[in-house]
Structures are given as C-alpha cells and as structure tokens.
C-alpha cells in the first residue's frame, strides 16, 4: 500500500523536496499558502493539494513542513485549520523549517498531548541541494520516531542524523550558519584583498581551493562573486534571520559570538545598499563598491 504523506509549503525548499517524495512512489498531498503553487506541484508530480492544511495532514501517516519562521510553523501546525487538528494518534510531524529551539520544544509539546510524534529536522544545502535531492539534515527527537522517518527524508537527503532530542536539530543548524557566516565573510575579503592587489582573482582562488583554505563557499561561490551575481539560493533575509535565532539563542546559553555578531550586522548593511534577496556570498559588496 502506497504511504500517504503531507507536505506543508512549497517554497524554494519545499517544492524539490516534495518532488522528490513524489518521485520515490509516495503519495503526496500539498499545502501552500498561494493555492496556484500548489496547483502547479500536482500538474507537475501528480498527487493532490489541499486547501488547508488540515486537510492536507488528514489520513497522513507523516506530516513534513518547511514554511518561513516561528510564528509561520505555530499557524500552520496550531492555528485556524491547523495540521494538528485532524492528524491521528501516532502520526509524526516533521519540521524542516530553520526556527528557535524554543518553538520545536513549544510545538514537540503540544504534539506530544495529542499523542503525536514531532521531530525538528532543519536542513542545509540551499535550493541546489533540495533540487538534487543532497540535503543534508539534521535532526532533534526520539530514537523510534527518527527510525521511522529516515526512509522517508532520505529520498532528498544525502545524509541525515539524529543529533538528539526535540530542539537538538535546530542547535545544529544555528552551529552551520555561524559557521558559514564567517566562512562567506573571510571569502569575500580574500576577493577584494586579491583585486586590490592586483592579482587575477580567479586564478587565486584556484590555487588556494586546492589547500587548507577550501570550503564548499569557495569551490560554489567564488565565480559568480567575482561576476558580482548575487542570485544564487539562500537570500540575506533568510540568513538574517538565521543569524537572529542564533544569537538570540547564544544570550540564553552564555556563548560568545563576536564574530556571528559582525557578520549579522554586515548582512545589514547588504540589505540597506537593497540586497535583501540577494545570496549570501554578496557580503562581497560592501567592500568593494564603496567609494
């Protein structure tokens, strides 16, 4: 029997990855917010989208979502039609969306007293690997509940890990994002220091990658940094908010982020020159079209 499965908000994320659920034999319902978006999925993968997403989780075995933000993920799972309205005894739920901890623990609550399971599984590799289906997810919850669901995320993962309880997931992903701002920040200052100096920026950037300097951000990035192309996946706005979560989190927990609390006012200034939905490796501009 064909597993039926739900999926909640197809953005940029969402949409491959749904596809690919579809892809692998699941039966797939959708639910976005833009009705047309949804209707567009089915055309293309088949299955069937519903208007709410309480009727999209109904009957589902698993419910995935990857919608915006904290309050996005308590309206779509607790509000007016809310998915956890009509989801039955032993259901899971699982979250992609990038939150706070404290919304995974807040929502893994709720879950819990309707007999639900709920897992925070945020993911990284940005659009390209939601399309290639090379995600790779990192993931807060119980061990049985994990087990179930790993067969199921893998069809658009290329690794997948259980990092420990509900909220577990979501402190990973804010690890990976403090990491990655500062990557894109020394990338974006190893470029204009090359330009000032003189060199051919690219031919730098080929020698280096191949020693202790490379990182996924220079062997994707440098090229169309160099072109000044600023349209490649995850916006500023995005890791704004990332960056938001992230320190919000280290002001609970006592950690020191100099370097995240930089960088997150840098992507404000990227915002302030209009580069709100630029990628993240445009930190570039601030040092190089000043006056």
Known sequence: MTQKVA?????VMGYPMAGHLAAKGFEVVVYNR???????????????????????????????????????????????????????RGTLVVD????????????????QELGLGFLDAPVSGGQAG????????????????????????????KQA???????????TKMVNQICIAGIVQGLAEGIAFAERAGLDPKAV?????????QSWQMENRYASMIER????????????????????????????????????????????MGGQRFDTSSLLLRLVDKP
Request: aromatic share 6%.
């Open 7 to 11: 999926f909640l908000g197809l953005g």
């Open 34 to 88: 833009s009705q047309a978006k949804a209707q567009a999925f089915v055309a293309q993968h088949g299955g069937q989208y519903a208007a709410t997403p309480a009727l999209a989780a109904k009957g589902a075995s698993v419910v995935l979502m990857c919608v915006g933000a904290d309050a996005d993920v308590r309206t779509v799972l607790t509000g007016p039609d809310g998915a956890l309205s009509t989801m039955a």
């Open 96 to 111: 992609h969306t990038t939150t706070s901890a404290t919304v995974s623990r807040e929502m893994a609550q709720v879950a």
């Open 130 to 157: 939601a399309e290639k289906g090379q995600l790779t997810i990192m993931v807060g919850g119980a061990e049985p509940d994990y087990a179930r669901i790993e067969p199921v995320i893998l069809s658009y993962a």
């Open 161 to 171: 890990r259980l990092m420990g309880p509900v909220g577990a997931g979501q402190l």
């Open 205 to 213: 950037v080929e020698v280096i990658s191949k020693g202790a300097a």
């Open 229 to 272: 192309r600023f349209d490649f996946g995850f916006a500023v706005d995005w890791m704004r908010k990332d960056l938001g979560i992230v320190l919000d989190e280290s002001r609970r927990n006592g950690a020191h982020l100099p370097l995240t609390a930089l960088v997150d006012q840098f992507y404000g200034d990227v915002q302030a």
